[in-house]
T-cell receptor, first 114, second 115 residues
Framework: KAGVTQTPRYLIKTRGQQVTLSCSPISGHRSVSWYQQTPGQGLQFLFEYFSETQRNKGNFPGRFSGRQFSNSRSEMNVSTLELGDSALYLC?????????????FGPGTRLTVL | AQSVTQLDSQVPVFEEAPVELRCNYSSSVSVYLFWYVQYPNQGLQLLLKYLSGSTLVKGINGFEAEFNKSQTSFHLRKPSVHISDTAEYFCAVSLFSGGYNKLIFGAGTRLAVHP
């Protein structure tokens, strides 16, 4: 099976712009979770989607949003970018039935905000 | 609320020496426990997980971890490390129920294996 893929791998934006990141889960997986990784805050949970519905949400401002399509692919959007949004954004997929299921991570999208 | 504490931010060790990476968690409810590894410029890879049953869990690449409920710890060990084990290691918890796929991560421990 192909692994989790994320596009683009690298992205440079300026303050105030918006950005959309994409994640394609492992075939058959219905859950997609997003995490932000920064040197200062570490790995923080953003949100989780399961069968096109947001099932869980972390403590991030409303500028961070996401969605999931019927084929389980997911996108996350960040509007009005701030310097502090520079981070590695990781997507993870799982079958999603229980919290015991392993999450498989993609390589991440490194976003730099100038 | 759940939290995860990784007691060492960096652990230097010589090749073929044993290593222990420490992890403590706090939670008022039952949790599942995980260790992930992150190599440079890559995503996270699952090393092992504790769901229930035997408290000693064996994972990939020769790693193992022991769940200690009374001490709320889940320390990761390897009897003999290799240069290729140099990476960042993350301990994480997930709620037993209702938490679905929300992982709470520790701050990470950077393992540096020297020749």
């Amino acid at each position: 099976k192909a692994g989790v893929t994320q596009t683009p791998r690298y992205l440079i934006k300026t303050r105030g712009q918006q950005v959309t990141l994409s994640c394609s889960p492992i075939s058959g997986h219905r859950s997609v979770s997003w995490y932000q990784q920064t040197p200062g805050q570490g790995l923080q949970f953003l949100f989780e989607y399961f069968s096109e519905t947001q099932r869980n949400k972390g403590n991030f401002p409303g500028r961070f949003s996401g969605r999931q399509f019927s084929n389980s692919r997911s996108e996350m959007n960040v509007s009005t970018l701030e310097l502090g949004d520079s981070a590695l954004y990781l997507c993870a997929s799982s079958s999603g039935e229980t919290s015991a299921n392993e999450q498989f991570f993609g390589p991440g999208t490194r976003l730099t905000v100038l | 609320a759940q939290s995860v504490t990784q007691l060492d931010s960096q652990v230097p060790v010589f090749e073929e020496a044993p290593v222990e990476l420490r992890c403590n968690y706090s939670s008022s409810v039952s949790v599942y426990l995980f260790w992930y590894v992150q190599y440079p410029n890559q995503g996270l890879q699952l090393l092992l997980k504790y769901l229930s049953g035997s408290t000693l869990v064996k994972g990939i690449n020769g790693f193992e971890a022991e769940f200690n409920k009374s001490q709320t710890s889940f320390h990761l060990r390897k009897p003999s490390v290799h240069i290729s084990d140099t990476a960042e290691y993350f301990c994480a918890v997930s709620l037993f129920s209702g938490g679905y796929n929300k992982l709470i991560f520790g701050a990470g421990t950077r393992l540096a294996v020297h020749p």
